[in-house]
């Protein structure tokens, strides 16, 4: 089976169209996303719509659950709890709705998918593990690969008999070890970190064991205009497009 993980796309429609036009060269059997579909980006309503329109598998992001939640806002920094709250602003009950009963982890073809960390956290960041730590929850689980988001930041690690390796990824192919498990970090559609402004997303093949990072050009510009009308903090627009510094005429 050929999956396309996405995750943290953050209410940018630019990101997630071009990533979608994208995924029409390859054709996957099945599409899931990681959660955050919403916070920092103009758009949470139409990206809700278009996830839910397309049938797209979801599990629950931390920008989701505190919508609802008092205990998960309050994990969030200041800016983006009053994010949350514009945001939440912005959806219908519908939406609002779809959101919140996203559930906190799915499972097939020997895989995991979870927003933060397996096996069900949407709060915890993969690298606050450690090596033993890490080990030790891969001996109560019965997948051998585990696809993550949160941080925004591509990442894979491989767990062997002996050994755990962590690797950045870069966009390009690599094929996994059948005999090792691997937890990877699919990075993120809609606000990325380091400066790159590409919507990133990976495939993968459940079959042959292939991984894809794929970095999707969109028109950051676009967004980050958007987020400045909506009234957002300016450092999400520069976050998502590092040239931005007025809107264009």
Known sequence: M????????HGNLEALKAVLSDLEIFHPDRIVCLGDLIG??????????????LGITCVLGNHEAALTSEKELGWLNFLAR????????????????????????????DARFVHGCPPDSILKYLYMLGDEEIAELLKTLPESRFFVGHTHELQIIMVGRSEISRTKLTEGSLKLDEDKTYLINVGSVGHPRGGNSKAKYVLWDSEDGTLEVRGVPYPAQLTAEKIIARG??????????????????
């Open 232 to 249: 957002f903090p300016r450092a999400y627009a520069m976050c998502i497009c590092p040239s931005f510094s007025s809107p264009s005429k």
């Open 82 to 109: 009053e994010n949350n709250i514009d945001t939440k602003a912005l959806l219908s009950e519908k939406s609002l709705a779809f959101c919140t009963s996203l559930p906190r982890s799915v499972s097939f073809e």
């Open 40 to 53: 920092y980006g103009p758009d949470p309503e139409a990206v809700i719509n278009t996830i839910g329109d």
């Open 2 to 9: 050929k999956i396309a993980i996405i995750s943290d796309i």
